[in-house]
């Protein structure tokens, strides 16, 4: 509810006065009669209730002073145009020594926990998951369906793909799945911990190829400087074992792709780190989003003026009727 012209509301003041000055007026209304003794007079119902009028004319006043101000509810309909969103491809390393324990519990669990935040912060864009390890595939394709890209991160697993770290394969895979997207802008997430040692496709190959596609793309190693606990084996029991080991992530090639393709770099070296990272990325990618309102007004005041009119039609009825007063 809303007033179009708020100003008159104001006059409203005026009604508690008018109020007193009916009460002071109102012995001049009648006559007066002076006698030794009004033991035989008493006052008549009729005659207490007369006032009435006059609260029915109060009533009638303030009723059109609110007419006046235009009383509205206002019903808002809202249509949000998200075809500005952007397209994101996260390319995610899940090698086996994604299990290393330099973030709690280990890598991969932390990824997927800032991965799952990072996809909650973005409702109008489409997300897509490339994995690698020895090789690459698409775990899911680029869609604007929340619930099935969280659910896809949960089920990450390492061991599913041949061993080694191919970042080329791991990219462009990624680059792939954002070829033929007609979103304004497409964005590559690409974490790993290590270095590129396999693969068939080379990450500088890829790089041009995302660079030509006017695909930008971030990308973050993940690990602690110096050492940390990586797993070697397995026991006879089939449980981890693991052994301290130096952390050697490529930097440079990070960095070229980077770049190259007019995205950043980022070391996480921590839970809170890799956090921060999946923020500012965050921040860095803002969607556009059109927004347009519809305001559908119903206006309040006729009924004011009904009740008004009303209000003055009891006053006359009554005072020429039931009060009999032609004064």
């Known amino acids: ?40 007079f008493k006052p008549s119902i009729l005659s207490r209730l007369k006032p009435i009028l006059n609260v029915f004319r109060l009533l009638a ?52 926990k800032v991965a799952t935040n990072f996809v909650n912060k973005r409702p109008n864009d489409r997300i897509g998951i490339v994995v690698y390890a020895g090789e690459s595939f698409t775990q899911t394709p680029i869609t604007s369906d929340k ?28 680059v792939n799945r954002l070829k033929d997207s007609k979103a304004k802008s497409k964005v590559i997430i690409l974490l790993t911990d290590g270095v590129n040692n396999t693969g068939f496709v080379d990450p500088k190959t890829a790089t041009e190829l995302a660079k030509e596609l006017g695909i930008k793309t971030y990308t973050i190693g993940i690990g602690t400087n110096g050492m940390a606990d990586f797993p ?63 305001y559908n007004y119903d206006e309040k005041y006729r009924s004011l003026v009904i009740l008004a009119i009303l209000f003055l039609l009891i006053e006359k009825v009554l005072k020429y009727t039931v009060f009999r007063s032609f004064v």
Request: aromatic share 8%; net charge positive.
């Open 1 to 40: 509810m809303e007033f179009t012209h708020p100003q008159f509301l104001w006059l409203l003041l005026i009604v508690p006065l008018l109020a007193i000055w009916y009460f002071l007026m109102r012995k001049k209304d009648s006559a007066t009669l002076t006698l030794s003794s009004t033991t035989a």
């Open 232 to 294: 070697v084996a397995k026991d006879r029991n089939g449980k981890l074992i693991f052994r301290q080991s130096k952390v050697e992530i490529d930097e440079d090639l990070l960095k070229h792709i980077a770049k190259e393709t007019g995205g950043k770099y980022f070391r996480a070296t921590n839970n809170t780190s890799l956090k921060a990272i999946y923020d500012e990325i965050n921040k860095l990618e803002k969607t556009k989003i059109e927004e347009f309102k519809y």
């Open 147 to 174: 619930r099935i890209v969280k659910n896809t991160i949960r089920k990450i697993t390492w061991g599913q793909l041949d061993g080694g770290t191919a970042i080329g394969m791991g990219l462009g895979s990624a």
């Open 61 to 112: 006043i303030s009723a059109l002073i609110i007419a006046l101000a235009r009383p509205r509810s206002v019903a808002v309909s809202t249509k949000i145009n998200t075809n500005k969103g952007i397209d994101i491809v996260m390319a995610i390393d899940v090698s086996a020594s994604m299990l290393a324990r330099d973030l709690k519990p280990n890598r991969l669990e932390a990824l997927k």
